[in-house]
């Protein structure tokens, strides 16, 4: 069983930048694939970025792309998600999850974390 804690969360002016952690524990950290999504207020829960075991394949969202960078430190057991150039639309909850296999299916992931909030003021 893995155990997901999100941390790094916060509000921040809109083209500015945060980093948020996904520490994980319980599990063997590197065979997992590990995925960061978003969840607005009245809207779906969706993928915003995925990296690989190794960290050698990365996906992005369109509307993400060229701003956030998504990383793991395997020895650490921790992933990161460094957004950058922040929107007001990019304001939700963000969650990390772990799946068995690279997917940007959600119900693929088998394991998440509690969220933490990101605010961006316009």
């Known amino acids: 069983q893995v155990q997901l804690v999100e941390s790094g969360g916060g509000l921040v002016q809109a083209g500015g930048s945060l980093r948020l952690s996904c520490a994980a524990s319980?599990?063997?950290?590197?065979?997992?694939?590990m995925g960061w999504f978003r969840q607005a207020p009245g809207k779906a829960r969706e993928l915003v970025s995925h990296?690989?075991?190794?960290?050698?394949?990365?996906y992005y969202a369109d509307s993400v792309k060229d701003r956030f960078t998504i990383s793991r430190d395997n020895a650490k057991n921790t992933m990161y998600l460094q957004m950058d150039s922040l929107k007001p639309d990019d304001t939700a909850v963000y969650y990390c999850a772990a799946a068995r296999l690279s997917t940007v299916v959600r119900g693929l992931y088998d394991y998440w974390g509690q969220g933490t909030q990101v605010t961006v003021s316009s």
């Open positions: 990296i690989n075991w190794s960290g050698g394949t990365t």
């Open positions: 319980g599990g063997t950290f590197s065979i997992y694939t």
